[in-house]
């Protein structure tokens, strides 16, 4: 079995084609055979494949800023899922001044014909989301008294490190025009974005900046389903995102994302039946109803539809809506 296969079996697709693809533009042979031989130690590297200490280095260093190969306990090692695979090399824009949308499509293809399929396959099996959503700050009075692990101020504020980066999911399906540079990384995760050169460093204020543009956008804010959040915010949409467009397509969002703790609540005396709601809603939570004494439709929340997102209540700008809070603490698991 070739190097390629090694590293296509490891990621759980050794008789992918499509993804065979994607693994050679990424890589020529030997870089490949380089990791599938890791882990293991530079001068063992060097020794069997004939290079110095430094040529080693050189190339490790190369595959570690091109996303295939990560620094653990034990050194470098090769992506350890094709999440990670994916994500590193999908949000790589200096890639594209080498190889256009080459990569990119070749991505495209194997997310759309393999990766969603699997992923769809494997949410079912799972006793409890993955994901999370973290509702819109701006959905809330400045004086909200949110938990700290779903307020983004209080997330941003007890960081150390903060970075953007290009979201790899609508750079490789390219279905919509929201923002792409607002995947948003935290302490160690915009640690590796930075050296890699991936990534563009943020202040506090530029990383709530970041936040708030996709809050506007109608981006969802989504982050690990634990109650510490660390490492990244991912900022969703429902037409490109792996997790929300999987989800829907395939009827297993509930085991993708975990609601927020909140739902969307609708003055029907102050909404103007504008109808903004319903184009920012993501979740189809929204419908326009007939109100007794009104000529106009209403909007009103389709309770069991909503993920707390906040994003309707950004975007009203009658100021109509409010978010209600329905779910216990115990609610984001610890």
Known sequence: MGAYEVLAERLGYRESERLRKVLMRLMNEEEAEICASLPMDVEELSK???????????????????????????????????????????????????????????????????????????????????WRVIPARKAFPDDAK????????????????????????????????????????????AEYAITRGTGRELTK????????LAEEAGLIH???????????????????????????????LDKSAAKSRFVAQIDKEKCKG?????????????????????KKLKAEVKEENCYGCGLCAVGCEAGAIRMREVRPPEHIPS
Request: overall charge negative; glycine content about 4%; some cysteine.
């Open 48 to 130: 069997k494949f004939g290079k110095t200490k430094e040529e080693m280095e050189k190339t490790l260093d190369s595959l570690f800023r091109k996303g295939l190969i990560f620094m653990t306990k034990k050194g470098y090692q090769f992506a350890r899922n094709i999440t990670q695979l994916h994500d590193a090399t999908g949000c790589d824009e200096r890639l594209d001044r080498i190889w256009g949308d080459e990569l990119l499509n070749l991505w495209k293809e194997f997310v759309d014909e393999e990766w969603e399929k699997a992923r769809a396959e494997e949410a079912k099996r799972r006793e409890a989301p993955t």
């Open 146 to 189: 949110l938990l700290p692990e779903e307020d983004i101020r209080a997330i941003v504020e007890k960081g150390e490190k903060f970075a953007v980066v290009p979201c790899p999911c609508r750079r490789i399906e390219r279905r919509c025009e929201k923002p792409i540079h607002v995947c948003f990384q935290l302490n160690r995760a």
């Open 274 to 294: 504008c109808q903004t709601c319903i184009e920012r809603c993501q979740f189809d939570a929204i419908e326009m109803v007939k109100v007794e004494g009104e």
């Open 205 to 212: 204020e530029e990383a709530l900046k970041v936040l708030e």
């Open 222 to 252: 989504s982050a690990p389903n634990t109650r510490e959040v660390t490492s990244v915010i991912c900022n969703c949409c429902e037409c490109c995102c792996v997790i929300y467009y999987v989800g829907k397509k395939y009827g297993v």
